[in-house]
C-alpha cells in the first residue's frame, strides 16, 4: 500500500524526452522537462513515468490523481499558480525504500545538481532518502578559511580567499538554479561572523572546526531541497543534528549513538505520514550527546550517515554514488587502470576502507552489516555502470584477491620486552597503554617477548600532536621494554579470500623479490578477507603498482580466478 516516487516531467511536442549527453544515455532526463513546468503550454503533456499521461486541461482541475501506485499509495500532481506539485501519499507505513548518498564530487555545480536530481527521479520505482555531502571541495575550504582566520587578523578575514570562494560558488549555484537567494544568504552571513570570532579568538578549536564545515551540507542539502520544489517535486532539507543523529562528543571524529536509530526512524515516518516529501538529509553531521554541540562523523562521513539511515528505516538497499565505477581494485590515482570490482561482502569493505581506500568512510560498513542492507556503490557520472554491491556473502570460491589498498605514512614500533621469555601479561601491559593514550593499532604481528605494530598517524584534524603523541607512547613503552620508532611505512593490505592465503602470498612474494622490496612485517587478520604487508614509504607505490600488474594483468577480471597456472580448477 505504499506510495511510489515516480518521475515527472513535461513531454515537449517534436523533442520527447531529452536525454542528456554523458550523464544518462538511456534515461529520460525528466528532471530538464520539469524546470519548464511554469510555462506549460496547451500542446504539452504532464507525463508521469509508468502512470500514462494527462493534459494540462485535466491538471488545471487543481488536484490530479495520477495513478494508484504498487500497493496501493497514491502520487498526487496539484497545478497551483501554473507549477507542479507532486504529492506523495501512503498506504502501508513503507514510506521510503532506499537511500542515496551524493558526494561533493557529484554536487559540484549546478549543472551536477540538475543531473542528480534527475537521476534521483529517474528511479521511478524508489521512494528515496537522500543524503549529500558538500558541494564539491568546501569542507577543505571551509577548514582552510578557519586555518587563516586563525591568524589573519579580524579586519582581513572578509578578505580571505576560501571565504569569498564559497560564497561565489554557492551564490552562483542559487542563481544559476533558479532558487531564492535567502535559501542560503543567512549561512553566508553566519558563517563570516564565524571566521571574525575565529579571528578574534586566534584559535580554532575541534568544536568550533566542526560548526564552522557544518556550513558546507547545511548549504548543499537547503539548495538541493529547494531546487527540487522549484521544479514541483516536494522536498523537504533536513539538518542531521536535529534529526536524530546523536553522537559522542568527539568533535572531529564522533561515532553514532544506538539512540540515534529510533529518533531518526520516528522523525522521518512522522514527517512522511503528516506531509509526504523527499527527504534531503545533511551527511557528515550529528549532535553530541553531552555538548549538544554539533559534530562530525571524520572525513568523508555523509557515507556513515547513509547507512544509519539505511538501518534506522530498514531500507531495501542504500547507495552511494561516486566519481569512481565502484569499489576499484586499487587506489586509481595509483594505478589508473583500476577496474571496478561488482560484488564484496561488508567484511572485505569494511577492511578496504579501514585500511585506507577512500572510497568509503571506515565505518560506513557497519550499520549496514547489522541491518542487512545493501550497499550499492555507484558512478553518478557514468549510471549505466553496474557499480559494485556489497552484501553479507558472496560466492568465494574462485575468489583469490579483490583489491589492493595503500596507507601511506604509518608509523610502525618494535616493541621489546626486557623482561625473560615467557613472561606473562607481556602483551596485556602493551595494549593498556594504548589504550591510556587512546591511541588505535592496524597491524599486530608478535612472538613470545616483543610485538611489531603500526599506529596511524594521519589524524587529518590534529597533525601538530602527532609527534608529541609518539614520543608520548615510546616514554610508556620503555617502562617495560625496549622500543624501536619506525616511520615513514606503509601498509600494503590485500583484501580476498585469505583462506587462499598460500596462494596469495607466493604470488606476493615473487613479486617483492622481484622488484627487491623488503617486507618489515606481514600480519594476516582473523577477519579472513585481509593480509597486510608493511614496507618503506618509499617502495610502495611502485610495490602496489606491481602487485596490481601481477595479480590483475589481464584486464578484464576484477579478481585473479585460479588457474591451471596454480593448478586448481
Ligand atoms: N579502491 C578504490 N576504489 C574506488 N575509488 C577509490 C579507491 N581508492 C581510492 N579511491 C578514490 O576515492 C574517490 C571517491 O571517494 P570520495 O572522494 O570520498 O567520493 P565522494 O566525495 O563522491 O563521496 C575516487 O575518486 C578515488 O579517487
Ligand atoms: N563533506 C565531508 C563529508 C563527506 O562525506 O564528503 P564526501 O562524501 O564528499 O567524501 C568531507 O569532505 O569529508
Redesign the pocket.
Known amino acids: 500500500m505504499a506510495a511510489s516516487f515516480h518521475a515527472h516531467g513535461v513531454e515537449t511536442p517534436g523533442r520527447g524526452f531529452v536525454r542528456n549527453s554523458r550523464l544518462l544515455s538511456n534515461v529520460p532526463l525528466t528532471l530538464h522537462l520539469l524546470r519548464f513546468s511554469t510555462s506549460i503550454t496547451s500542446s504539452s503533456r504532464l507525463f508521469c513515468a509508468g502512470s500514462g499521461s494527462f493534459s494540462r486541461r485535466r491538471a488545471t482541475k487543481k488536484l490530479v490523481k495520477i495513478g494508484d501506485k504498487k500497493g496501493g499509495g497514491r502520487v498526487e500532481a496539484v497545478l497551483k499558480e501554473d507549477k507542479i506539485e507532486k504529492r506523495f501519499s501512503d498506504g502501508n507505513g513503507k514510506n521510503f525504500t532506499c537511500a542515496m548518498?551524493?558526494?561533493?564530487?557529484?554536487l559540484a555545480s549546478a549543472e551536477r545538481m540538475r543531473e542528480i536530481a534527475a537521476l534521483i527521479l529517474s528511479f521511478s520505482e524508489e521512494r528515496p532518502v537522500v543524503v549529500l555531502?558538500a558541494m564539491g571541495k568546501t569542507t577543505n575550504k571551509l577548514l582552510v578559511a578557519g586555518e587563516k582566520a586563525v591568524s589573519c587578523g579580524v579586519s582581513n578575514t572578509s578578505e580571505i580567499e576560501e571565504l569569498s570562494f564559497i560564497k561565489e560558488l554557492h551564490l552562483r549555484t542559487v542563481n544559476e538554479l533558479g532558487v531564492d537567494r535567502s535559501v542560503v544568504s543567512a549561512h553566508l552571513e553566519q558563517l563570516e561572523q564565524l571566521l571574525k570570532g575565529i579571528a578574534m579568538m586566534k584559535e580554532l578549536t575541534l568544536r568550533t572546526k566542526d560548526y564552522l564545515v557544518s556550513f558546507g551540507e547545511c548549504m548543499s542539502t537547503r539548495i538541493f531541497a529547494a531546487y527540487l520544489n522549484t521544479i514541483g517535486v516536494r522536498a523537504r532539507q533536513y539538518d542531521a543534528f536535529d534529526l536524530g543523529f546523536i553522537t559522542t562528543d568527539d568533535f572531529t571524529n564522533a561515532d553514532i549513538l544506538e539512540a540515534t536509530y529510533p529518533a531518526v526512524a520516528k522523525r522521518l515516518h512522522g514527517d512522511w505520514v503528516n506531509d509526504p516529501a523527499i527527504p534531503i538529509v545533511t551527511g557528515f553531521l550529528g549532535k553530541g550527546w553531552k555538548s549538544g554541540a554539533i559534530t562530525t562523523l571524520g572525513r568523508?562521513g555523509?557515507?556513515l550517515t547513509a547507512t544509519t539511515i539505511g538501518k534506522a528505516l530498514g531500507l531495501q538497499e542504500i547507495q552511494?554514488?561516486?566519481?569512481?565505477d565502484?569499489?576499484?581494485?586499487?587506489?586509481?590515482?595509483i594505478y589508473p587502470c583500476?577496474e571496478p570490482?561488482p560484488h564484496l561482502t561488508f567484511d572485505e569493505a569494511a577492511e578496504?576502507a579501514y585500511f585506507?581506500?577512500?572510497?568509503?568512510?571506515p565505518q560506513s560498513m557497519r550499520p549496514a552489516r547489522e541491518g542487512d542492507i545493501p550497499v550499492r556503490?555507484k558512478n553518478?557520472y557514468n549510471p549505466q555502470a553496474p557499480g559494485t554491491l556489497i552484501t553479507k556473502t558472496r560466492d568465494m570460491d574462485k575468489a583469490v584477491l579483490t583489491?589492493i589498498?595503500l596507507k601511506q605514512n604509518v608509523t610502525m614500533l618494535d616493541i621489546v620486552s626486557t623482561r625473560m621469555l615467557g613472561q606473562v601479561g607481556f602483551l596485556a601491559k602493551v595494549f593498556s597503554i594504548f589504550e591510556d593514550l587512546g591511541i588505535s593499532v592496524d597491524v599486530v604481528a608478535t612472538s613470545e617477548v616483543s610485538i611489531s605494530l603500526t599506529l596511524d598517524p594521519s589524524k587529518l584534524w590534529s597533525r601538530e600532536l602527532i609527534q608529541q603523541e609518539l614520543d608520548h607512547v615510546a616514554e610508556e613503552l620503555e617502562k617495560i621494554a625496549v622500543v624501536n620508532l619506525l616511520q615513514h611505512r606503509s601498509i600494503i593490505s590485500l583484501i580476498g579470500n585469505a583462506q587462499r592465503s598460500s596462494l596469495i602470498l607466493e604470488k606476493v612474494f615473487h613479486v617483492l623479490q622481484v622488484n627487491g622490496v623488503n617486507v618489515q612485517m606481514i600480519s594476516q587478520g582473523a577477519s579472513k578477507v585481509n593480509i597486510s604487508l608493511i614496507v618503506n614509504d618509499s617502495e610502495a607505490v611502485q610495490c602496489v603498482k606491481a602487485l596490481h600488474y601481477s595479480f590483475f594483468e589481464s584486464g578484464d577480471q576484477s579478481e585473479l580466478i585460479l588457474d591451471a597456472e596454480f593448478g586448481n580448477g
Not at 320 to 324: A, E, L, P, R, S
Not at 326 to 333: A, H, K, R, W
Open positions: 548518498k551524493f558526494g561533493g564530487s557529484s555531502s568523508g555523509s557515507d552511494v554514488w561516486k566519481d569512481v565502484g569499489v576499484l581494485t586499487c587506489d586509481p590515482s583500476a570490482v578496504l585506507g581506500a577512500q572510497v568509503l568512510h556503490v553518478s583489491s589498498v
